[in-house]
T-cell receptor, first 116, second 110 residues
């Protein structure tokens, strides 16, 4: 266990559904991240939150909407997704701070998302 | 961009053999990290080597860094079937986040 949990572990949704992914870290970290991992592609950084403020949005489509209510929780709200959005979505956290996301990152187990 | 490139993409060895994976990058770094991922799971941090270090050890892992060649290698000695996983290098270039490579898939057969 890395101290980062993600729910649900598996999710199947239709293109018109609305769902949310949840991530929680129990490490006292200040930075949290969402990544997308598709087959045969490098890990793609989606969003970064540092002290609850979004510090990076890597040109992610608006059908993905992040929310960070506090330093321990991170959500990814999904709506009107496309089949190509099917992937493993990974959450990570790091101690971080003003220096940026360069500390060791601790990953959750991921949510396997399938969009039909 | 600071995209890392692991080599080889896939590696298949027998238990007891050593496994070597390489990572090349493009721009200067503050540190380089190696992560491991079991199939369908999250990544687990293995080791971090700073730009002023040339070699680092952790158990059966040995990491080297050559900043002049912009490359790093990860050596796993006396491999075990449980070492079967994908291995990623991640570069810290002093900007906001880490940049991950595409990974090397390691298969260790009993």
């Amino acid at each position: 266990e890395t101290g980062v949990t993600q729910t649900p572990r598996h999710l199947v949704m239709g293109m018109t559904n609305k769902k949310s992914l949840k991530c929680e870290q129990h490490l006292g970290h200040n930075a949290m991240y969402w990544y997308k991992q598709s087959a045969k592609k490098p890990l793609e950084l989606m969003f970064v939150y540092n002290f609850k403020e979004q510090t990076e949005n890597n040109s992610v489509p608006s059908r993905f909407s992040p929310e960070c209510p506090n330093s321990s929780h991170l959500f990814l709200h999904l709506h009107t997704l496309q089949p190509e959005d099917s992937a493993l979505y990974l959450c990570a956290s790091s101690r971080e701070g003003a220096s940026g996301g360069t500390d060791t990152q601790y990953f959750g187990p991921g949510t396997r998302l399938t969009v039909l | 961009s600071q995209q890392g490139e692991e080599d080889p993409q896939a590696l298949s060895i027998q238990e007891g053999e050593n496994a070597t994976m390489n990572c090349s990058y493009k721009t200067s770094i503050n540190n380089l990290q190696w992560y491991r991922q079991n199939s369908g799971r999250g990544l687990v941090h293995l080791i971090l080597i700073r730009s002023n270090e040339r070699e680092k050890h952790s158990g059966r892992l040995r990491v080297t860094l050559d900043t002049s060649k912009k490359s790093s290698s990860l050596l796993i000695t006396a491999s075990r079937a449980a070492d079967t996983a994908s291995y990623f290098c991640a570069m810290n270039s002093g900007y906001s986040t880490l940049t991950f490579g595409k990974g090397t898939m390691l298969l260790v057969s009993p």
